[in-house]
C-alpha cells in the first residue's frame, strides 16, 4: 500500500511538472510571436464575425466579413467589409489607402460612390486601426496569460499550426477589446468604456502559430463583454419613460475569427482607377461625416 502511495504521489508530480512546462513554452511561444507580429512586412488576412444576439423570445444573426490586404513599407492598404443578417446582404464598404503624387490618401467606397481624401497616417489608424494586425496581435497577445499548448492542427487553408489556447483576464479584457476594436463592426466604439464591462468574466482566446512562430490564425468569443455593455445600456434606462417597453438584448455570441492566409508574401495592393478617380473631399464637416458613415462609428 506504502509503493503504490508513492507511485501516485510520483505522478501526480509527474502530471504537475509535464504541465508546467506546457504553460512554459506555450507562454514563451506567445511571447516571441509579439516581436513576429510587429516585424510583420505585409500580410493578407479574412475577418469574420458571427453575432448571434436575441431578445423578446426572438433569434437574430448576422455576419460581417472582412478582406484585408496590408502593406506598411510604403504604406497601402486594402479593405473590403460585408454584412449580411438572415442570409441577406444589409451592407458593405470598401477602402483603400495610398499614395498620390506623394500624399497619402483613402479612398472610399460609400453609398455606390467613390470619394477619397488626403490624411495623415493618425487619422488612418482612428479610422481603421482596429484592421491592423500588427497593431492588434501584440496587444491580444500581451494580454492573454495561462497559456496550454493543445497540439498540431492543419487549417482549413492547409497551413501546420501549433495551437495554443489562453485565457484574457476579466481585470485585461476591458482594455483590450477597446484598445483592437472589437466592437466598431457593432457601432460600439465611441460610446463604450471600460466601465461598461464590470463583470464580464474571463475570456478564452485561440492562437495558432505556424512553423515560423507568427500567429497565422487567431479567435475569441466576447459576448460575455457585449452582454455587459448590453446589460448596463438596459439598467441605465431604468425609471425613464419607455422603460417598459425596453428589452434586454440577450448576447449568445459575438465570436471573431482572422486567418491569415500569407504573412510577408501577401500580393500588391492594386487600388482601382474607379476609386483614384473618386470625388476628392476637401477639409470639412462633409469630409469627416462620409469618413466616418464609411467605415460605419
Known sequence: MKRFRQGLILLALVLSLGGCSSQKAADEALTAAVQNAQEMANYQAQMHLDFVFGGGGQTQEAQVDTKLLQWYEPVCQEIAITTEAGGQQIGGSHFYVGEENGVMMIYMQYDGQWYKSQVDEATIYSLL?????????????????????????????????????????????????????????????????????VGCGDMEITFWLDEAGRVVQYCYDAADAYQAIADHAYASVQGQEGYEQAQRIEVEQYEITVTMDEVDTAPAVDIPQEALDGILLEESETQTSVMEEAVGE
Not at 495551437?163 to 460610446?191: C, H, N, Q, R, W
Open 129 to 197: 486601426g482596429h484592421y491592423d494586425m500588427r497593431a492588434i496581435l501584440p496587444i491580444l497577445l500581451q494580454a492573454a496569460s495561462t497559456a496550454r499548448q493543445e497540439g498540431e492542427e492543419v487549417l482549413a487553408n492547409g497551413q501546420k499550426t501549433e495551437k495554443i489556447t489562453a485565457m484574457i483576464s476579466e481585470e485585461k479584457l476591458p482594455e483590450t477589446l477597446l484598445s483592437t476594436g472589437t466592437f466598431v463592426s457593432a457601432g460600439l466604439s465611441d460610446a463604450v468604456t471600460a466601465e461598461d464591462m
